[in-house]
C-alpha cells in the first residue's frame, strides 16, 4: 500500500473528522475540557485536511490505455449480428 493510497483512505477522513469532532465539542455542554480544546481541535483537523488534500490519489492503471481499433457502435454490431447468426430463439 503506498502513501498515497494511504492518505486517501485514512488519512483524509481522519482529518474531515477530527473537524466534525472539534465542531461537536465546542456545542456539547458536558465535557469543559473538550469545550475548551474544540478550537484546536478544529484547527488541526482543517490544516491536516489542507494538507492531505494536495495529495493525489494514484493514478489508474489504464489511464493511458486507449483502444481505437473499436469504438462502442462497432462492439454492439457485431453482438447483434452474432445473436442473429446463432438462431435469435432459444
Sequence with gaps: ??????????LAPFA????????ISLCQPWSLFLHQYG?????????????TSKIAPDPDKDEGF????????EINENASQAGSKSGGNT
Excluded at 500500500?1 to 485514512?10: A, D, I, L, V
Excluded at 478550537?39 to 494538507?51: E, N, Q, S
Excluded at 486507449?66 to 457502435?73: A, K, M, N, R, V
Design 1 to 10: 500500500m503506498s502513501f498515497r493510497s494511504t492518505n486517501q483512505r485514512f
Design 66 to 73: 486507449i483502444d481505437e481499433s473499436l469504438d462502442t457502435l
Design 39 to 51: 478550537v484546536t481541535l478544529t484547527l488541526v483537523g482543517l490544516i491536516a485536511f489542507m494538507v
Design 16 to 23: 474531515q473528522g477530527l473537524m466534525i469532532f472539534g465542531i
